[in-house]
Structures are given as structure tokens and as C-alpha cells.
């Protein structure tokens, strides 16, 4: 079982449409998590951390489920500007764990 | 406040060849991480530093593979005799103290011809 599996998407929407991305870590013993987001070659950039309790940001809601090692991202409202790879992203004392990312492709 | 630079950001080597990498980390972060990302993959951790010291590098090849972070200067990511497979995006990050949010700089691409 991989570490940090993902759907690999990709999810197309429309314009305003709300997306949900899921994510399944299989180390019980992570301690962090985070959403990063990745656009076509370039480097990749912490989106938001993930807290127990859920926590948003704007228009992202990410949530937490320790008993069943999973992850998920909510966004509201898509912009154009949201098309880009969603890395859902876990750690256990430092070297991240990546998993290969679900892709977003929101359309006009 | 500059972020992490890497450098350079494309890279073409030979077969055979030497690659280094360079990375700078933010002000006032003392770790560093280096992650390879091979086409359509995810990143993939290789090496933990902190100043001076190789805290884990347990991601990283046994052979050809080698990491420094020196008291002065960037850290280097250097690749010796490098072969086809070698060609990836390779990702450095930093954090001013473990378990920090990793920052990324914008990473060095290489090409083996």
C-alpha cells in the first residue's frame, strides 16, 4: 500500500463548482499534514496545513480523520485560477511524505 | 526576504558527467531537504541536512549520490557520473526549525543527453 494515495483525477469543472479532493495516508504515526499545491513545472507551495479540528482558508476547507487516515480539500466557488495539482501531503518527524497529486482543470 | 534559491534552474549534462545542484535556504532557516520529482511522479524525499550535518538520507542512492550543507555557503546536491535516469525536477526545501511547513525554491531540471 503506498504511503500517500491519492485520486490522480483529473477533475474537470465548471467555473464556481465546488470540488472535493480525498487523500489516504497509511502511517498511523503521522504527526503533520499539509495541502500543497503544484502548477506545470514549477515548485510546490504550501496551500494550508490540515488540523484535527478541520480549518479553512477563504474558500478551502480541509478536514482531518485520524481514525480512518484520511485527508480531504474542499474548495468553494472555483476560480480559473484554481486549475493546478493538489499534493496531499503527510509527516512523521521531518521528510514529507508526497502523494503524486490530484489534478484540477476548472473551466470557463 | 528572499525565498529559497536554487540554482541553476535548468541543468544539461552528458552520460558520465558531473551534476551539481546548489540551494540557498530562506533567512534564518538552518534545514534543509531535497526532494527529486521524476515526470508524472510525486516528489520523492532524498536528503535531510542541517548545517553541517546529514540528519537522514535515507531517500538518497548509496552510490554516485552525495549532499553537503557547509557552515558558509548553500547546500549542494552533487551527482556523479550521471545516467538517463537521472533526469528529474529536483525540489530543495528549508524550515527554520524541524516540523515546520517546508518552503520550496523553484527547483533545478535535469537533462541527461
Known amino acids: 500500500r503506498k504511503e500517500v494515495e491519492q485520486d490522480p483525477g483529473p477533475f474537470n469543472v465548471p467555473e464556481g463548482a465546488t470540488v472535493a479532493f480525498n487523500c489516504t495516508y497509511s502511517n498511523s504515526a503521522s504527526q503533520s499534514f499539509f495541502w500543497y499545491r503544484q502548477d506545470c513545472r514549477k515548485e510546490p507551495k504550501l496551500l494550508m496545513s490540515v488540523y484535527s479540528s478541520g480549518n479553512e482558508d477563504g474558500r478551502f476547507t480541509a478536514q482531518l480523520n485520524r481514525a480512518s487516515q484520511y485527508i480531504s480539500l474542499l474548495i468553494r466557488d472555483s476560480k480559473l485560477s484554481d486549475s493546478a495539482t493538489y499534493l496531499c501531503v503527510v509527516n512523521k518527524n521531518t521528510p514529507l511524505v508526497f502523494g503524486k497529486g490530484t489534478r484540477l482543470s476548472v473551466i470557463a | 526576504n528572499a525565498g529559497v534559491m536554487q540554482n541553476p534552474r535548468h541543468l544539461v549534462r552528458r552520460r558520465g558527467q558531473e551534476a551539481r545542484l546548489r540551494c540557498s535556504p530562506m533567512k534564518g532557516h538552518s534545514h534543509v531537504y531535497w526532494y527529486r520529482q521524476l515526470p508524472e511522479e510525486g516528489l520523492k524525499f532524498m536528503v535531510y541536512?542541517?548545517?553541517?550535518?546529514?540528519?537522514?538520507e535515507s531517500g538518497m542512492p548509496k552510490e554516485r549520490f552525495s549532499a553537503e550543507f557547509p557552515k558558509e555557503g548553500p547546500s549542494i546536491l552533487r551527482i556523479q557520473q550521471v545516467v538517463r535516469g537521472d533526469s528529474a525536477a529536483y525540489f530543495c526545501a528549508s524550515t527554520p526549525e524541524s516540523n515546520q511547513p517546508q518552503h520550496f525554491g523553484d527547483g533545478t531540471r535535469l537533462s541527461i543527453l
Open positions: 541536512l542541517q548545517k553541517e550535518n546529514i540528519i537522514d
